[in-house]
């Protein structure tokens, strides 16, 4: 078991979209780091989970791993979670991160300003469920580090998702069937 807050690879993977493997890679390759244990097994942070949930979101939106490696050299390594709270967003297939109220390119030559156009907001996406819930809409699933030790729970709740879809009366917990669907939907993952 994990301490509170804290994710094996496989946990991190489902948590953003890929597999554990996936993960493990990206750390190796430095776009994530483990920053709880790098040793085996690896464990990763919170943060290091919202930092996969950006490299997944920037691979969707067209950008190669060898310029996430750049973002993340630039913006100082994987250490201290470059892409997730840098304020990121993708303009037009390019990557630019937030400089006061304007967007910088990251990765162009020159510093060119871009204009505003949806920032990448990998830590929400995380709090709300991670992947599988933002790839099936799902609404009634949180994570949250300091609720439950960081194990996915049914929103407002103390009640883990893998423990709401055994539960013998879920009626006597106040649920409704349509949340424990949520939560079946959610493990089987995106």
């Known amino acids: 078991m994990t301490p509170p807050g804290r994710y094996f690879a496989h946990e991190a993977g489902h948590l953003a979209g890929v597999g554990g ?3 493990g890679q990206w750390a190796r390759w430095g776009h994530i780091q483990a920053s709880v244990s790098a040793s085996e097994p690896h464990v990763y ?12 979101e920037l691979l969707d939106c067209g950008l190669t791993l ?3 490696r750049r973002a993340v050299a630039r913006l100082g390594g994987p250490s201290g979670w470059p892409l997730a709270r840098s304020g990121l967003h993708v303009v037009h297939g390019r990557l630019a991160v937030e400089r006061g109220d304007e967007l910088v390119d990251l990765l162009g030559g020159a510093q060119e300003i871009l204009p505003f156009n949806g920032r990448l907001d990998p830590v929400a996406t995380l709090g709300q469920g991670g992947w599988p819930s933002r790839a099936l809409r799902l609404r009634s699933i949180e994570v949250d580090p300091e609720r439950l030790g960081g194990r ?11 423990d709401a879809v055994t539960l013998d009366d879920p009626d006597g917990h106040g649920l409704d069937p349509g949340v424990i669907e949520e939560a079946r939907a959610w493990l089987q993952g995106a």
């Open 152 to 162: 996915p729970v049914l929103r407002g709740r103390r009640i883990a998702v893998s």
């Open 21 to 23: 493997d996936r993960v």
């Open 66 to 68: 060898k310029a996430i």
């Open 45 to 56: 942070a919170f943060d290091d989970v919202a930092e996969a949930i950006a490299v997944h």
